[in-house]
């Protein structure tokens, strides 16, 4: 039953069998699967595809990321690799299309979110399962109760600092959560301590994720912002976007319920 399809890089996918055997090298897209009900077709993922917990401990591991131990991948032979643009970089989709089926997402918001889960799921025959879900995530999302629109910084590393930029999928969540973010450049911009001073936030976010920062950061960055409401927050909440989407709204609505309470 050869098949081609296009995926969200416009690359062109040449399924050769039924798909059987998935490797998912993208969290968020991972747990999705797992949502969907397709335990048993996925036979590896990476080390951050952390949820669902419940099959994590036992799931076959085969690098992060940014780093695949390709000789184990081939050991699986899979029959179709997900990927992502941001998550997965070039060299690593090149090399395992030379051999197998890989499927990249590119997602920058919600639509964009919402058009790869319907594309996986009707690849994966679980087009039920996904719009199942989608209705549930449509009407968490829809529950939106923002009392104000902070300019902030939202944080993803230290030494040195970077920050998000405004062509990324955590700053269209940003926009959702009403937050208004103060930087203009794309990616991910490295900022030293005067350009913190400079652009003084009224709120500064500290990711979970991909570095941990912890309370004794939001008292380190404090005293250098001392009007500024510093909290930290849950990474994966503003960056994965498959069926944790469910919980992100009533996330984003909490953390402006904390906000509003801080004084500064």
């Known amino acids: 039953m050869p098949v081609s399809i296009v995926d969200m890089l416009g690359r062109v996918v040449n399924i050769q069998k039924p798909i059987q055997r998935i490797v998912s090298l993208v969290p968020s897209q991972t747990e999705f699967l797992y949502e969907l009900g397709l335990k048993d077709k996925i036979v590896a993922q990476t080390v951050f595809c952390v949820h669902p917990k419940s099959h994590f401990k036992k799931?076959?591991?085969?690098?992060?990321?940014?780093k695949i131990r390709y000789e184990e991948l081939d050991e699986l032979q899979p029959d179709l690799i997900i990927c992502n643009k941001e998550e997965n970089n070039e060299e690593i989709v090149e090399t395992l299309a030379k051999k197998y089926p890989v499927w990249v997402s590119d997602i920058k918001n919600i639509d964009d979110a919402f058009y790869m889960m319907r594309s996986l799921a009707e690849l994966l025959d679980v087009k039920n399962e996904a719009e199942d879900l989608l209705r549930k995530i449509t009407l968490s999302l829809n529950q939106k109760k923002i009392r104000h629109q902070y300019n902030c910084l939202?944080?993803?590393?230290?030494?040195?600092?970077?920050?998000?930029?405004?062509?990324?999928?955590?700053?269209?969540?940003?926009?959702?959560?009403?937050?208004?973010?103060?930087?203009?450049?794309?990616?991910?911009?490295?900022?030293?301590?005067?350009?913190?001073?400079?652009?003084?936030?009224?709120v500064l976010l500290l990711s979970s994720e991909p570095y941990p920062f912890k309370e004794k950061h939001v008292e380190e960055l404090q005293t250098l912002l001392p009007n500024s409401k510093i909290l930290t927050v849950d990474g994966e909440l503003f960056s994965w976007y498959g069926s944790r989407l469910l919980n992100s709204q009533p996330?984003?609505?909490?953390?402006?319920?904390?906000?509003?309470?801080?004084?500064?």
């Open 154 to 202: 939202y944080l993803v590393w230290r030494n040195p600092y970077m920050a998000v930029g405004c062509d990324t999928f955590i700053n269209h969540m940003l926009q959702r959560a009403g937050f208004n973010n103060l930087i203009k450049e794309q990616r991910y911009p490295e900022l030293n301590l005067d350009e913190l001073q400079l652009l003084n936030p009224e």
């Open 251 to 264: 996330y984003f609505n909490e953390l402006q319920r904390q906000l509003h309470k801080i004084k500064r």
């Open 59 to 66: 799931a076959t591991k085969i690098g992060g990321t940014k």
